[in-house]
C-alpha cells in the first residue's frame, strides 16, 4: 500500500479527456514536494510525463497536463489517443518515510 | 546520447546474493544522483535505494534495509546494487534512474534503463 493513492484504472474514448489523481497527506504533497508523473507502456521502462508538478520535458505533446493542489495531483491527458493505452504513476517525497515513494500506478484504457 | 544499461540479473536462490550493475553513458556520471526502482511481476514501481553525486548519501526503502547496498564507482561511470539475503518478494525487474540532480527532495527520475529481471526461486 503506497503513501500516494492513484485510481486503479480510468478509461475513455479517443479525443476525449482524462485524468488521473494522485492522493498523498501533509508528509508528501501537502508538505510542498513536488509531484512528477511517469507512463509506462507494456514491457517496457517507465519514461517522466511531466516533472515539478506542471512541467514538460521536451518531445513530450501538450495534450498532457499536470497540476497541484493542497495534498492532491493530478495529470490531464486531452485529445485521447490509442497510444496514449499505458500505466501512469505519480511520484514524490515523503518526510515520514524520508524517501522518494510512487504512487501505487493507473492503467489507463483507450476504448 | 544519454543511456543507462543495467545488467546483472539472472535467477537466484532465496537467501542467496547478486550484484547488479547500471552502466551510464552520455552525461556527466558524477554530477547526479542516481536510483534503484524496481517492479514485480503485474505489481506497481516500488522505490528501493539512492545514492547522491559523490556516493556520500545513500537510502534504503524499509524493505530491503539492511540487505542491500547502493554503490557507485564515478571513474566507470558505473551504479552497483548489491543484493543479499533475498527472498521471495525481492523478485522483480530492477530499474536505475538518473536523479534530476545531485542530490534532492524534489528529484526525478530521467532516464531510466531498460531493467534488468531477479528471480528468486529455489
Known amino acids: 500500500q503506497s503513501v500516494l493513492t492513484q485510481p486503479p484504472s480510468v478509461s475513455g474514448a479517443p479525443g476525449q479527456r482524462v485524468t488521473i489523481s494522485c492522493t498523498g497527506s501533509s508528509s508528501n504533497i501537502g508538505a510542498r514536494y513536488d509531484v512528477h508523473w511517469y507512463h509506462q507502456l507494456p514491457g517496457r521502462a517507465p519514461k517522466l510525463l511531466i516533472y515539478?508538478?506542471?512541467n514538460r520535458p521536451s518531445g513530450v505533446p501538450d495534450r498532457f497536463s499536470g497540476s497541484k493542489s493542497g495534498t492532491s495531483a493530478s495529470l490531464a491527458i486531452t485529445g485521447l489517443q490509442p497510444e496514449d493505452e499505458a500505466d501512469y504513476y505519480c511520484q514524490s517525497y515523503d518526510d515520514s518515510l524520508s524517501g522518494w515513494v510512487f504512487g501505487e500506478g493507473t492503467k489507463l484504457t483507450v476504448l | 546520447e544519454v543511456q543507462l544499461v543495467e545488467s546483472g540479473g539472472g535467477l537466484v536462490q532465496p537467501g542467496g546474493s547478486l550484484r547488479l550493475s547500471c552502466a551510464a553513458s552520455g552525461f556527466t556520471f558524477s554530477s547526479y544522483a542516481m536510483h534503484w526502482v524496481r517492479q514485480a511481476p503485474g505489481k506497481a514501481l516500488e522505490y528501493v535505494s539512492a545514492?547522491?553525486?559523490?556516493?556520500?548519501?545513500?537510502y534504503y526503502s524499509n524493505s530491503v534495509n539492511g540487505r542491500f547496498t547502493i554503490s557507485r564507482d564515478n571513474s566507470k561511470n558505473t551504479l552497483y546494487l548489491q543484493m543479499g539475503s533475498l527472498r521471495g518478494d525481492d523478485m522483480a525487474v530492477y530499474y536505475c534512474a538518473r536523479g534530476s540532480s545531485s542530490w534532492a527532495r524534489n528529484n526525478w527520475f530521467d532516464p531510466w534503463g531498460q531493467g534488468t529481471l531477479v528471480t528468486v526461486s529455489s
Open positions: 515539478g508538478n506542471n
Open positions: 545514492i547522491s553525486s559523490n556516493g556520500g548519501y545513500t
